[in-house]
């Protein structure tokens, strides 16, 4: 590059080396998909808080669970969380004391449902993380190999030049680091994303197991 040059950020993003581009595609690629998962789990687990928190008041207010069952069977496509953890749990109670006396293997199994409901419940309210976290764990480095490529290309121009000066080689350096500067603007929020939504799904986690205890512990004193 020669002194004058559009030093501006896209000029620069235009003029880089090819290899660096492409580092630049797949950083804005990957901060694209991250701001889109960022949408779409804070929707997913806003509704699934309030549905829990609903679903608990109206189970812990004493209300008939038969019909709390029926209700929910009924609308069973929009249920999620504790609905569907209970909806498993009480089918298979209602299953155990129609077929036998109700006993300790009674217990099992409806612990059973409750955890394989469970595990499918945590399984969703996890989903897009694991991309959340390679994102934020990988960016920089991918960003930092753009910066090193076009600072190496910056200098090997040097190389063919009598008189070296900063003005020079500067085009060149800021090409590079654009690229470390757009892993970080990849990795920043997919970071903070990331360690709020696993934060947000441990407690919901832990709410969904002391409701299978309490479940339990309530079944096995009806008999």
């Given amino acids: 590059m020669i002194v004058g040059s559009d030093l501006s950020f896209f000029s620069l993003i235009l003029g880089a080396s090819l290899p660096v581009q492409i580092v630049m ?28 928190n609903k679903f608990e008041n109206f189970f812990w207010a004493g209300g008939d669970l038969g019909k ?27 299953s155990q004391k129609d077929s036998r006396s109700f006993d300790k293997k009674s217990i099992e199994s409806v612990r059973r ?4 409901s469970y595990n499918r419940e ?48 500067a085009p060149g350096i800021a090409e590079a680091l654009i690229a470390t500067a757009m892993g970080l603007f990849a990795a920043i929020p997919a970071v903070i994303a990331y360690n709020r939504f696993a934060a947000k799904v441990d407690r919901l986690s832990v709410r969904y197991e002391s409701f299978m205890e309490e479940f339990i512990n309530t079944i096995d004193r009806k008999g």
Avoid: C
């Avoid at 950083?27 to 998962?37: E, H, Q």
């Avoid at 764990?137 to 600072?151: D, K, N, R």
């Fill in 25 to 52: 595609l797949i950083l804005i690629f990957a901060s694209g998909m991250s701001w889109k998962y960022i949408y779409l789990k804070i929707k997913v687990l806003k509704i699934t808080e309030e549905n829990t």
């Fill in 68 to 94: 709390l069952y029926k209700s929910l069977t009924s609308m069973h496509k929009n249920m999620n969380g504790l609905a569907t953890i209970f909806e498993a749990g009480y089918k298979e109670y209602m």
């Fill in 113 to 116: 449902a409750m955890s394989a």
């Fill in 122 to 169: 945590v399984d969703s309210l996890e989903r897009h993380l694991p991309f959340l976290a390679s994102v934020g764990s990988v960016s920089p480095y991918i960003g930092l190999f753009g910066t090193v490529w076009g600072i190496m290309n910056a200098f090997i121009g040097l190389s063919n030049v009598a008189q070296a000066s900063l003005a020079l080689v």
